[in-house]
């Protein structure tokens, strides 16, 4: 492991101090990104899921917050339900990845994980300008978590950590600038593509698009918007839209959630797997889907109360999901629900799909257009915040009975009788997810004008 060790830390260090320009990521052209050499992350290839898998999502405090992996559990529920992926997640406060690699015996592979994720370096990099001793600690441990779920045969995606916004006030050791943050941020990531690489796993980047969205949201929403959060660290839900979809791509899901082809001459339709026509007459088609487009925003008082509510959700915020969907692809890579109308005559249609309309030109429908994107709120919003709302209390339950009952008192008496009891307390939370993930019904309706 030490000459692989060796080689890893040299790659990083190169690419951090020297560029390694051919093999780079494209740097937009800002001020604020000059210092930075990203290596080149790697294409995820294909789909590295398998029906029935058990994810195991793991990291520090921000996968403690329960918003990336909230936003992952309900992707993976409503929008690949084909799949029957199930979740737990492992979040801990202030974790390096020597924390988990001490518990993850205890807390995670006691459960049988297929695939697992990783984000861990934020803490690892200490707050300070980087240093070899940093960068060697993180990859002997980060390699030593790879090799551990290996040899259990769990599948990995290794995640880049993310980037931060501002000096963490309560990180008293803290030294340095943002930037110099940033920068032992990205040699830790460029670290993490050595390894990946060397290891034969996946790699999930969360710190570039996060750094590059960051600065462009502030060009284009203001000086305010805090891709890192209001302290710098902790995400809100626009920066956890990014590191989903950093790790939902990772995965190689192709993004089809279904299309719906309309023959407007005809006045016929066609739809896709996952999605059966009811009826169809004149303009108006009723569809009932067993699959949903992935809901930014649902109706207030829908679900759980966390969740961004369309009314009152600002597409300009960094607690919105919607704005980080101008930041990332995440509609056109990974939420694609096509309307597609052929044989239009008219230079423009009216589309109503639940309760909202929209006007389109005819040779964009003949185009395609993402209704995903389109109907922000949608017929779906219902039935996804109580997935949504069932997915959040089980994610909540699952820190406690790793926090505070394995590392607890219960758990230091009798382990075995805490697994036993908190895992008949949470099946019926897991039940609820599914009890709660039914097929809609919907109508579709063209209209010309």
């Known amino acids: 492991m030490r000459i692989k060790l060796n080689l890893i830390l040299l790659l990083g260090i190169a690419a951090a101090n020297f560029g390694l320009a051919a093999s780079i990521e494209p740097r937009p052209e800002n001020p604020v990104l000059a210092s930075f050499f990203p290596l080149k992350a790697p294409a995820p290839g294909g789909l590295c899921l398998k029906r029935g898998d058990r994810l195991a999502i793991c990291g520090d405090s921000i996968t403690e917050q329960r918003l990336y992996s909230r936003i992952m559990e309900d992707y993976l529920t409503v929008c690949v339900p084909e799949l029957k992926v199930t979740v737990r997640q492992y979040g801990w406060s202030g974790e390096k990845a020597a924390g988990f690699l001490g518990r993850m015996t205890n807390d995670c592979l006691r459960f ?49 950590p993310g980037c931060v916004g501002k000096m963490p006030s309560w990180v008293k050791s803290a030294t340095g600038t943002v930037e110099d943050l940033n920068l032992s941020l990205c040699t830790l990531r460029n670290l993490g593509i050595g390894m990946a690489g060397e290891e034969k796993v996946r790699f999930a980047d969360v710190f570039w698009p996060m750094l590059t969205g960051g600065v462009q949201a502030r060009d284009t929403f203001g000086a305010g918007y805090a891709i890192a959060g209001a302290d710098g660290v902790h995400p809100g839900w626009a920066g956890h839209t990014v590191m989903a979809y950093a790790f939902l791509k990772a995965m190689g899901l192709d993004g089809e959630i279904g299309t719906f082809s309309v023959d407007l001459d005809s006045h016929t339709i066609k739809v896709s797997s996952g999605h059966q026509l009811v009826s169809a007459k004149g303009d108006a088609f009723v569809i009932r889907s067993s699959r949903y487009p992935f809901c930014p925003c649902v109706e207030t008082g829908q679900g759980d109360a966390s969740y961004p509510a369309c009314p009152k959700d600002n597409p300009a915020s960094d607690a919105s999901i919607r704005s980080a969907m101008k930041l990332v692809p995440f509609n056109q890579d990974l939420n694609r629900c096509l309307l597609v109308a052929r044989h239009a005559t008219a230079a423009y249609y009216k589309v109503t799909w639940g309760g909202t309309e929209k006007l389109f030109p005819g040779k964009a429908l003949a185009a395609g ?20 709302a069932a997915v959040a209390a089980k994610q909540a339950f699952e820190t406690h009975q790793i926090k505070d009952i394995f590392h607890g008192r219960e758990g230091k008496d009798d382990l075995k009788g805490a697994v036993t009891r908190t895992e008949h307390e949470r099946e019926p939370l897991a039940q609820a997810i599914q009890n709660a993930f039914v097929p809609v019904t919907h109508e579709l309706k063209i209209e010309a004008l």
Request: hydrophobic share 35%; proline share 6%; glycine share 8%.
């Open 369 to 388: 257009v993402n209704l995903a994107e389109e109907f922000p709120c949608n017929p779906f919003g219902a039935a996804f915040a109580k997935v949504d």
């Open 112 to 160: 049988n994980p297929t695939i697992a994720t990783t984000c861990y370096g934020m803490n690892d990099h200490e707050y300070r300008p980087y240093e070899d001793r940093i960068g060697q600690l993180y990859c002997e441990k980060s390699l030593a978590i790879i090799e551990a779920f290996k040899s259990h045969g769990v599948r990995v995606i290794l995640g880049s």
